[in-house]
C-alpha cells in the first residue's frame, strides 16, 4: 500500500471535528483537518445573528467525556447564547490542543477514493492536496444555507443578509424598514432583536411556528454545582434517554387523561421551559394525531394569550402540521413581538413572494418597499455540507449519484462503495432529532474505536455491504413513517429544499436505542460491513 500523507483527515472542525482529531491523535494516528471558518466552532461559528441561541439546556449541550473540560468550564445561562457556546467549543480545542491539526480559511473541495493506491485524496480551494486512508467528514448538519431562488434576488437596492452569514461587524437597523423572510428556530430569535431596532419591521411567515418561551435565565450557584457533582449519574440518565436529555414520560395516553387533566400536565411542562418535556409528556403524542391535537392546541392558547389581536395571533398559529413534525422552537419574546406597533406580519403561503425587487418584496398580493432584507430562510440541513464537497467512492462513483433518491448509509456512518469513510452525524443517524452533541459523542467514539479496530486486524478497507445499508435506510424511513415526522414540509425530511428528495434525515427510533445498535454491530465484529486485509 503507497503510505499516505495522514493516516486520516477530518473536515470541519466544529463539534465532531474538533473531538475526533483528539481521539484520531489519542491513537496514534497522523491527521489533518480542514475548515472554513478562521477557527473552530462549525454552525456556532458562522450562526451570530443577533439573539442566536442554542435550543438545548447549556450542561446537556456540553461534551462529557473529559473530567477536566467538566471541572473547568462553567456555563452561565440555562440556555446558552451563541458567543457562549463559540467560547466553549474554542475552550474545549485549546485544552485539548487540537488547533495545530488544522488548516483553517480552507474549505475541501473534493474527496476521491483512489482505487489503485485504497487512499482518499482530498482537494482543498487553496490548492492543496493531500492523501488519507481514513476520510471523516464532520462537516456538521445545518451549515450549508438555503437562500430560495426568488427571482430579481440580485437587484435588490439595499442590504440582503442570510441568518447563518451575519456580518461580523454587525448590522444597525436603526431607521430603516426591514423584512424578514422565515419563522423557523433562526427567524423566531431574530424577528424581537429585529424589531428592537428598525424603524419597521415585516416578517414574511410561510408556516407559523409551534414556539416555547424559553424562560432563559442565569444558571443559579446550585444548579452549576449540582451538575459538577453528579455529572455521573447525568451521563447515565442521558444515555438512556432517546434525545440526550433525560425527561419523564407519563404511563397513560394522552387521550386516555380527561382535558382537564391534560391541561394541567401541559402547563406544569411548559412551565419547565424544555421543548422535550411537551412532546415527551405522553407517550401518544408523536404517533398520534389526535392525541397530538391536544397539545398543539394548547401551544395556540399560549400565544392567544400572548397576541392582543385575536386575528393575528390566529395568523400566528400553526394549524396544518402536528406539533414537533417541523422543530419546536425556543424564543425570547416572539409572539409579544407582533403586539409592537412597527411590526407587522405578512402571510406568504396563499400569496406567496414572487419577486424581490430593486425596492423591496413583491408577493402574489401586494408589493413591501423595503431596505434591508433578512433571510431567516434555513439550511439544506444534513446531505447539504456532504453533498457541497465532490466526493467519490470507488470506481469514480459519485456520493451525490449515490444519494440522487436519497441518502443511504448503514448506521448513518458508512456508505457502501466508499471505503474508509466515517460520515460522523451523517443522515441515517440520529443527529438532529436528538441533542446534537450527545450524538456527536456517541459517533466519534463509534468511529475512533472501529479504527481502532481495523488498525490492530491491519485493514485495508472497510465499507458496509450494500445489503446492510439497503436495509439500515429502509427500516429508518419505516420507524419514521410510524411517527408524525412526515406530516411536517421540514428541513427533517428535505421538504425545506425544492427538487430534494423527500425522505426522513434522521434515525428516528432514539440515541439510545442507536448506542445499543452500534455496540452490537461492533461487538459481533463489525456486523454488516466488509473488512479487507
Ligand atoms: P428552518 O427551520 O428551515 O426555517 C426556515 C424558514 O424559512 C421557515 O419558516 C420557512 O417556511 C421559511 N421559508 C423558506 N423558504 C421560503 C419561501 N420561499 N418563502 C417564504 N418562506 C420561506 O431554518 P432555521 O434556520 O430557522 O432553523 C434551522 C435549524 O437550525 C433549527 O431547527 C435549529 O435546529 C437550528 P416553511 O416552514 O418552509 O413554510
Redesign the pocket.
Known sequence: MTAPDYDSVVIGAGFSGVYMTHKLREQGLTTKGFEAAPTVGG?WYW?IYPGARC?CISMEYAFTFDPEIIAEWEWTERYPAQPDILRYIEFVADKLDVKRHFSFNTRVVSAHFDDATGLWSVVTDTGETVTAKYLITAAGC?ST??T?D?PGIGSFRGQTIH??AWPREGIDFSGMRVGV?????????VIPKVADQAEHLTV????P?FSLDCGNRPLTEDEKLDFKENIEEFKVLSRQSGSGQFTDTLEVNALDHTEEQRNAVYEERWNRHRAIDLIASYPDLFTDRAANDTIAEFFRGKIRDVVTDPELAEQLSPRDYPLGA??I?LDTGYFQTYNRDNVSLVS??NA??EAITPDGIKTADAEYALDAIV?????D?VTGPLLSIDIRGRDGQSLREAWADGPVTYLGVGVHGFPNLFTLTGPGSPN?LTNVVCAIEQHVEWTSEAIAHLEAVGATAFEPRESAAKEWTEQAIKLADGTLYPEG???YTG??IPGKPRVIMSYVGGLNLYREICDDVAAKGYEGFTIAT
Request: proline share 5%.
Open positions: 454552525t450562526n435550543d445545518l444555507s438555503s430560495p426568488f441568518t447563518s423572510i422565515g419563522t423557523g428556530s433562526s427567524g423566531v430569535q414574511f411567515q410561510r408556516t411556528a417541523k422543530r422552537t406568504v403561503k406567496p413572494i433571510f431567516a430562510t434555513g439550511f440541513a438532529v414540509n421540514s428541513w421538504a425545506n
